[in-house]
């Protein structure tokens, strides 16, 4: 069975800090792919990134960046010079095939989420 | 473009009460799915339609849950004879399918259930 462990509970920071949440997966799968999801007080899901296990390149967006290594199964999310508007919950997850590889789409399993807190 | 929605976002039922929680996906989203998310935890996957044919099941907890896709477009989850363990948000999520590829899921809101 697959499994995503965020070992991060919660964390806080003072804003303009920079803050690493760590993610870890267990998977058979040789294909597969990784998710960061930002869950903020309203309660929706807000797609950050996907990654095929394929791609070990490192990927920056503007503040955010993903550290992918397959050697440590890791998938580590790194905010630069925090904001207040980073506080929130934040999910790494993982696909799982469902009933076979031609249907395209795959549930995810997820952690159990780490809350940052950034201090004004 | 609209994104997912789903209603009522907030559901408060009575211990026995049956409960419909609908999900708007995307226009277009061939895929959709449903989970379940206790308080403090990651959401668990309950089910997957791909139009309006269910495709795995596997999620839901018991025979009390069940869910449809009549026109493959809108969604309803059901759940007869509530449970206080069945309180939780319930998430929605819709991608648009491209074949042999993992799509992006983008979620709605969710429903925050509470049975008392």
């Known amino acids: 069975a697959q499994k995503v462990t965020q070992a991060q509970t919660e964390i806080s920071v003072v804003e303009k800090e920079d803050v690493t949440l760590d993610c870890v997966y267990e998977?058979?799968?040789?294909?597969?792919?990784l998710f960061w999801y930002k869950q903020p007080p309203s309660g929706e899901l807000v797609f950050l990134i996907r990654?095929?296990?394929?791609?070990?390149q490192n990927e920056i967006s503007g503040r955010y960046s993903w550290n992918f290594q397959k050697s440590t199964s890791s998938f580590n999310f790194t905010i630069t010079a925090s904001q207040v508007v980073d506080s929130a919950v934040y999910f790494c997850?993982?696909?799982?095939?469902?009933?076979?590889?031609?249907?395209?789409?795959?549930?995810?399993?997820f952690g159990t989420g780490t809350r940052l807190t950034i201090i004004p | 473009g609209a994104g997912v929605s789903q209603s009522p976002r907030y559901k408060v039922a009575k211990r026995g009460q049956d409960v419909a929680l609908r999900c708007d996906p995307i226009?277009?989203?061939?895929?959709l799915f449903w989970y379940q998310q206790a308080l403090g935890q990651g959401p668990e996957f309950l089910t997957y339609?791909?139009?309006?044919?269910?495709?795995?099941k596997s999620g839901l907890p018991s025979d009390r849950f069940f869910a449809e896709r009549p026109e493959g477009s809108v969604s309803t989850l059901k759940i007869q004879r509530t449970q206080q363990e069945d309180s939780a948000v319930y998430l929605c999520?819709?991608?648009?399918?491209?074949?042999?590829?993992?799509?992006?899921?983008?979620f709605g809101p969710g429903t925050r259930l509470t049975v008392l």
């Open positions: 998977t058979r799968d040789t294909t597969y792919y």
């Open positions: 997850a993982l696909s799982e095939a469902l009933g076979g590889s031609n249907f395209g789409n795959e549930k995810l399993t």
């Open positions: 999520a819709s991608s648009l399918e491209l074949a042999g590829n993992t799509d992006t899921q983008y």
């Open positions: 339609f791909q139009n309006e044919a269910q495709l795995d």
């Open positions: 990654r095929n296990s394929f791609d070990e």
């Open positions: 226009s277009g989203h061939v895929s």
